[in-house]
């Protein structure tokens, strides 16, 4: 069963504005991760945040973590071509992650 | 450091035929979980093995699915009697820790045609 809810389910900004994507869950969590998956590809890992973390930066990525709301956000900087892909939320269950459906953004040039 | 491998990339199967999906995770790696995707979805969970063991297996059909991770070699799902419904992409990951605590390291998939 589905955990992780984004939202917006699609995306699309011109190169260089700031993409911000959300992720709602039902249940309590230990950690939530992000991962992009580029068209026909595998997913790649972006960012894991602890629930007792509210915020986590990679290069121009920033993830927050609001366990009161149970949500989180997905900040991409000035955004680049190849920044285009689906992006999935995914929080841990007992011994595994569940996935939800993501956001498929589009970087317009 | 090899990354996830997954074989072949492509399977396409006639309904009624098995379809056998490889995984070789990560070197170091003892964990491994088996993933299905459809067209514009998310990945659902299907079963989660460490080596000679079924650890989680909720997400897995009951019937025509098994999966495997023997002592040497990779870790195989396998599918009988496929039918149509079963075209999807399948996605191995393994991880160095539990993999609910810790970066899964996906291989590119293997897209599963049934005709």
């Known amino acids: 069963s589905q955990q992780g809810e984004e939202d917006p389910q699609a995306l699309s900004i011109q190169e260089g504005e700031n993409a911000t994507m959300n992720c709602s869950y039902k249940?309590?969590?230990?950690?939530l991760q992000w991962y992009r998956q580029n068209s026909g590809r595998g997913l790649v890992h972006l960012i894991l945040i602890r629930s007792n973390e509210r915020e986590k930066h990679s290069g121009r990525l920033r993830v927050t973590l609001d366990t009161s709301k149970k949500s989180s956000s997905l900040l991409i900087t000035a955004s680049r071509a190849a920044d285009t892909a689906s992006y999935f939320c995914a929080t841990d269950r007992d011994d595994k992650i569940i996935f939800g459906k993501g956001t498929r953004l589009h970087i317009l040039p | 450091n090899a990354g996830v491998m997954q074989n072949p990339r492509h399977l396409v199967r006639r309904r009624g035929q098995e379809a056998r999906l490889r995984c070789s995770p990560m070197?170091?790696?003892?964990?491994v979980y088996w993933y299905r995707q459809l067209p514009e979805e998310g990945l659902k969970f299907m079963v989660y093995?460490?080596?000679?063991?079924?650890?989680?297996e909720s997400g897995m059909p009951k019937e025509r699915f098994s999966a495997e991770f023997p002592k040497e070699g990779p870790s195989i799902l396998r599918i009988q009697q496929v039918v149509r419904g079963d075209s999807a992409a399948y996605f191995c990951?393994?991880?160095?820790?539990?993999?609910?605590?810790?970066?899964?390291?996906f291989g590119p998939g293997t897209r599963l045609t049934v005709l």
């Open positions: 990951a393994s991880s160095l820790l539990i993999g609910s605590t810790d970066t899964q390291y």
């Open positions: 093995l460490q080596k000679e063991n079924i650890i989680d």
């Open positions: 249940t309590s969590i230990n950690n």
């Open positions: 070197k170091g790696h003892s964990h």
